[in-house]
């Protein structure tokens, strides 16, 4: 029933671009544009702070654009360092494939409030509520830019847009004819390899593509959890890899030169380790994500129907399951989603931008049976009032209706940019926004087995239907200007205050009036001599010396989610970027990032997040040789986010370098990239692999 509902689906945005295709009438077919010089500066589109095209400087949000020509040079190595050079954005490498990432607050084993895009095609995944990165179904080379939009987006995007959004948006065919070949290999087992192909054919623009990864796991860390209280061993597992094949198509068919009707579909797959707040899980190699989607786009008005297909199963490699076995997670979502957008000219003064969209998804979830589907919709509107050639005043809003919550949510937002010249912006934002549960938080349903020394006692995880949506208020100021040698400044100042957060907690311990049942190793369960144990503080009670003393109120019992309450994150970020000086662009910035301020939550419970974050990066290119370099440092991070295991990450700095050289009148390159350089033992969350030195070379070939 899945499969055919899938194909159904498919066929009818296919008859759907056909239909839309037949109605219009034809037009002059779009010339390929020219090769342009490559110091050429290009103006910067953006389209995600506000879902309509305008400069950077215009943008209502602190934005930062990478474009392709900078994810070309940047040394690197995934997703995660790429982003990693964004001020404000706390990237999380766990595992060779497991990468969370959140924009101005603390990140953790499953980021939950960062949307990421794919032209326009949502990658967070509702069921547990974030994103796999290694579900991009296409190659770097294909992305046209990157915009990090560092905020709440919901009162554009909806929910789970509460700290920012991720858009990543691809080269049309047109922008990519000929063929491309990659090849590369190196350090840690790492062999990769990509082809695509484009062409134009009068009106029709293609595309296809396929690209595959592979990569055995890091090291694994040993000895006593830093700052663990009481002391903690790391757990001794058999850590995994990663392979990830992927395929991509797309065809455009420009209709008019107005309007453009896209078809597209693809498969990305992966295996590998995933952290989570109970333990590692192992995902399956047959793990993967498929979709299909229909893109119209006429001027200013956009139409999106697309279809996600996630067919998944994992096991945990530390907690077993009430029947003593690993514990399982087979996890299969199928989502929906029709969408469209238009802005409006009103007069002189007004720019309306406006939409809607309907979003229904099918879960078959193995520890949260209960949790089915989910179905939502919203609508939004926005003004950009012209106040005159200096001052623009942005005031929109957005009503989103999703269960399970009770009620609907409003999310608004407002922003005042004042540019006492075109090159300078002067911005004051208000935002409010907001993430639902999952259905992992609203309806888990399982019982684990906690390792006690050499004894298992179960514990119960439930869900809680009860959970409210976590909201967010933000407060930001903020500058971005480009003086005469096209030197680009930004500058922000922020305050989030966010409520409700969901928190997955110790709900119940064992002590007097819960005591743990009673079973001789290795059946679930302690002898009955230590039973007695569970009726005493630690440290008391010496005929349990054996074990600590006393056990009432140490071994948890119950698990579930909660709503908690008040986090307070504040900051700033300071950006300058030279994106062409003849051969040479380079970039600096920095965040820095106060304690948050907890309210009605024990602050030793929550993430912290790094006080200070600096990214520096150069590149010289001058066609024939290209080198570039970037070096990352991190402060210190505190992590409660894993069951009831707390303590802190050092600072780092990981140094990337990259050279090249291309050949054949430039058909032919050869490079070698080396991530962290200088092999410094670098852990980004307390659970995570040790990320070494990985040095890789590469040949690629374009006809």
Known sequence: MRTRTRWLVAMAGFALATALVAQEPGGPATEPPADEPKDQIEEVIVVTASRTEQSLNEAPAAITVIDSRTIESIPADDYGDLLRNVPGL??????????????????????????????????????????????????????????????????????????????????????????????????????????????????????????????????????????????????????????????????????????????????????????????????????????????????????????????????????????????????????????AANTSVVGSHNIFTYGANYRWSDFDLEIAPEGTDKKEWGVFLQDEILLGDKVRWLIGGRYDDIEPLEDGVFTPRTSLLISPTPNHTFRLSYNEAFRTPSAINNYLDVTILNQVGPFLLPARADGNVELVEESMVAYEVGYVGTLDNGLNLSLAAYRNETENSIDFYVQRTYGPGNLPPVGIPPAPGVPPQLVPCFLFAPGTFPPCAAVGGGLAGVVPSDFSYRNIGKTTDQGVEFSLEQRALGDWSWFFNASWQDAPEFEGVSADDQNVPPEWRGNLGISFDNGGFFASANVNYQDEAYWADVLNVRGSTDAFTQVNVAAGVRLLDERMTLSIIAANVFDEDVQQHIFGDIISRKVTGQVGFRF
């Open 90 to 339: 706390n990237v999380s490498q766990t595992s060779a494939r497991d990468i969370n990432m959140t924009a101005r607050g603390s990140t953790n084993t499953l980021s939950t409030s960062q949307l990421v895009l794919l032209d326009g095609r949502s990658l967070y995944l509702d069921f547990f509520g974030f994103v796999m990165w290694d579900f991009l179904p296409v190659n770097p080379a294909e992305i046209k830019q990157i915009e990090a939009v560092r905020g709440p987006g919901s009162a554009v995007w909806g929910a789970n847009a509460m700290t920012g959004v991720v858009n990543l948006i691809t080269k049309r065919p047109r922008e990519m004819v000929g063929t491309s070949l990659l090849f590369g290999g190196g350090e840690l087992g790492t062999l990769y390899g990509s082809l695509s192909h484009a062409g134009v054919s009068g009106k029709l623009g293609y595309k296809v593509s396929a690209g595959y990864y592979e990569q055995d796991p890091y090291d694994r860390p040993t000895g006593v959890v830093p700052g663990s209280n009481p002391p903690t061993s790391y757990p001794d597992f058999e850590n995994s890899g990663t392979e990830q094949p992927k395929i991509d198509l797309r065809l455009d068919y420009d209709v008019r030169e107005d309007a453009v009707l896209s078809v597209g579909a693809g498969y990305a797959g992966t295996d590998g380790i995933i952290h989570t707040g109970i333990g590692p899980f192992d995902i399956d190699k047959s793990s993967n994500l498929s979709y299909a989607k229909a893109d119209w786009s006429q001027n200013s008005f956009h139409f999106h129907l697309f279809a996600n297909f996630l067919d998944a199963d994992s096991v945990n490699l530390l907690t077993r399951g009430s029947d003593g076995q690993p514990l399982g997670f087979a996890f299969a979502t199928d989502t929906y989603n029709l969408e």
